[in-house]
């Protein structure tokens, strides 16, 4: 026997019939077409493409109406842009429900793909011109998006797995993402600190057909659909590929360890599951340590209810193991970096702010969304004794789980970072809202025959369409990341077209400074630069001396030690002990320096680690006089000294 996931038509196949708390009165035609009648093997392909075919199309439509907008002078931040935007959550709104209504009328099941590319377009469309005009994403190259573009930059520059910032170190921060837009600047040509934007815009407009893609594995279509909507009620806009991450690792988490998927579907080969979470764990690791805690609560779980099948577990364990050695290109290096370096330092999971340890309790917020939230969480409760609910419900205490361990941790200084597990919260929640809706309505339907019932369900679909497609142009035009990414400096020391009008460039120009040093450095590769300017390593891939921030420094390149190394230098004797020191040691050669003026000194400003309290600032004072004309070129340009290195004889 089999447990029932949301009804007749999405029996989960993983573990026995123990009971239902709502009845699960079941509609033929919310069947998906091979459950119906047998199908060909090219119709069944078809109708796998649907989905795409409907996201391709609806893509070309947002295409179509931005070039529009564009002909017609439009300015992304005025009033009648973003009236427009709010119309169109309107349409989408309304075409949904009214997909949803004519496919049910005419016994057809097409609008289930239809619902997530509608979802799709709304959400790129709201991007795609609250970032037109300006080529950065959201907030520019300022705070994470400093590191996140050096990796497009650097990948763009390579197609090796390496550091962003130091030479001759491979890469610890999850690549799959930047090395994909680095690669496609390469390819296309494009300027690697401009694809950011455009990533983040196809990440917006890719997680609802991702998440309908994924769900739809483990429950009907329909539901799938509404669950889609979910990535525009939570949204992650400044950092997109967590947020692509987020919305498939638990439905793949789902059906590759707990063996949970709908009628009518095998389970997918352990090769192509282990494949997917190799993806997902190169795009964003931070998720899958959660699962230490779910697989030994489930396996305890199963074995209470007498249904610890252990041919089941071997096979999420075989699934786990294709994903690791899939995943290996990345973590293996890493692994044996890590194993053989002198030092290692982990200051990357040093970062906290006072709101790290607040808990996720999104049920009890006085919201529409709090409210779903609670709505969902009785559901999980009420239909315990299915396996999907079974499984939600292990996932979400295992959340509240890593939050209590994570402080354990934080005690022993050894933290985990565990507050962003907190995203996960509010999808476990209302994924398991949406299924709950779907079981109310269908419970009230069945006992309430009353032919005006149907038109208060549309108007109610209606309404929470609208409400999330709303809420999620409300989220990005008021977004102050969005308006940063409006008034970052460009490279040649300008300002986007839509700036606000009280602000000015806040950075001199970074093309001069590039232009230089690319003009007078004669070593082979590219320079070692000291520098506080975390525009240059955004613009160029240029290697750092030392990191500008701790928190995004390579365990094993020595942060504390390089900025002892400069202190001690900084009191060399004459310029010749300099020049000496920072030739040949053992870090790195320092190629170019690039410092802000301050009297006679060149001020370094880094952001060193001050935990429990977050960073805190740490200057070193070089003087002017230890860098001269005969061991580096020198220039001053717009306050700071630009010192590229002589070559040895020159």
């Not at 939230?373 to 315990?384: D, K, Q, V």
């Not at 941790?409 to 995203?423: E, G, H, I, T, Y």
């Not at 600032?617 to 860098?627: D, F, G, K, N």
Request: hydrophobic letters at 50%.
């Amino acid at each position: 026997m089999q447990d029932t996931a949301e009804g007749s038509d999405a029996v989960l196949t993983s573990a026995r019939q123990a009971g239902v708390a709502l009845p699960p009165p079941g509609r033929a035609d919310d069947k998906t077409p091979h459950e119906v009648h047998p199908r060909s093997g090219i119709r069944q392909w078809l109708g796998a493409a649907r989905p795409l075919f409907f996201a391709g199309l609806v893509g070309l439509v947002v295409l179509g109406i931005h070039v529009l907008a564009l002909r017609a002078g439009a300015h992304p931040r005025s009033g009648r842009t973003e009236y427009g935007l709010h119309t169109a959550a309107m349409v989408v709104a309304a075409l949904a429900v009214g997909a949803v209504w004519w496919a049910r009328r005419t016994g057809r099941t097409w609008d289930s793909d239809l619902l997530p590319a509608l979802f799709a377009g709304l959400a790129g469309l709201t991007m795609l011109t609250a970032l037109h005009g300006t080529p950065f994403d959201a907030y520019g190259v300022q705070g994470d998006q400093s590191f996140r573009t050096a990796m497009v930059t650097r990948f763009a520059d390579t197609w090796q797995l390496v550091d962003y910032t130091y030479r001759d170190l491979p890469g610890y921060y999850a690549p799959g993402y930047f090395w994909l837009l680095g690669r496609a600047a390469y390819l296309t040509g494009v300027a690697p600190w401009h694809i950011l934007k455009f990533g983040a815009i196809a990440v917006a407009f890719a997680v609802p057909s991702v998440s309908y893609l994924f769900w739809r594995r483990l429950v009907a279509p329909r539901h799938a659909a509404l669950i889609s909507a979910i990535p525009l009620i939570v949204p992650d806009l400044y950092e997109s590929y967590g947020w692509l991450v987020q919305l498939a690792v638990i439905p793949w988490w789902l059906e590759a360890v707990h063996g949970l998927t709908r009628s009518g579907l095998r389970r997918r080969h352990p090769i192509v599951l282990g494949l997917i979470g190799a993806v997902l764990f190169c795009v964003y690791y931070y998720y899958f340590f959660l699962f230490v805690l779910v697989f030994p609560l489930f396996l305890a779980m199963q074995w209470r209810r007498g249904e610890l099948d252990r041919r089941a577990a071997g096979r999420g364990l075989l699934v786990l193991g294709i994903a690791a050695l899939g995943s290996a290109v990345f973590w293996a290096p890493l692994a044996w970096n890590f194993l053989t370096a002198p030092h290692f330092e982990s200051l990357n999971n040093r970062w906290i702010t006072l709101n790290s340890g607040d808990l996720a309790l999104p049920m009890l917020e006085p919201s529409v969304v709090g409210a779903l939230c609670l709505l969902g969480l009785g559901y999980l409760i009420l239909t315990a004794r299915e396996a999907l609910s079974r499984s939600l419900l292990v996932v979400l205490v295992a959340l509240y789980l890593w939050h209590a361990l994570g402080f354990v941790f934080l005690a022993l200084d050894v933290p985990l970072m565990s507050f962003r597990m907190k995203a996960l919260v509010p999808l476990v929640l209302l994924s398991a809202a949406a299924l709950g809706l779907v079981r109310g309505v269908r419970w009230i339907l069945g006992r309430i025959s009353v032919p005006a019932m149907w038109p208060v369900v549309a108007v109610g679909a209606g309404l929470l369409a609208l409400l999330v497609g709303d809420g999620f142009v409300n989220r990005v035009v008021d977004d102050p990341r969005i308006h940063a990414a409006h008034n970052e400096t460009l490279p040649d020391g300008t300002l986007p077209p839509f700036h606000d009008t009280d602000k000015q460039p806040t950075l001199p120009a970074a093309t001069r400074v590039d232009a230089l040093i690319q003009a007078t450095y004669r070593g082979a590769g590219h320079p070692v630069v000291l520098s506080d300017r975390t525009h240059l390593f955004a613009y160029q891939p240029y290697y750092g001396f030392v990191q500008w921030n701790a928190n995004y420094s390579h365990p094993t390149a020595q942060y504390h030690r390089r900025l002892e190394f400069l202190e001690e230098t900084a009191g060399s004797v004459s310029p010749v002990e300099f020049a000496a020191k920072t030739g040949d040691n053992s870090h790195d050669r320092i190629d170019a320096i690039v410092l802000r003026v301050d009297g006679d000194n060149l001020v370094y400003r880094t952001y060193d680690d001050d935990f429990p309290f977050g960073t805190k600032a740490r200057t070193i004072m070089i003087p002017s006089r230890l860098v001269t004309s005969e061991h580096f070129e020198l220039t001053e340009i717009d306050g700071y000294l630009v010192a590229v290195r002589r070559p040895v004889g020159a």
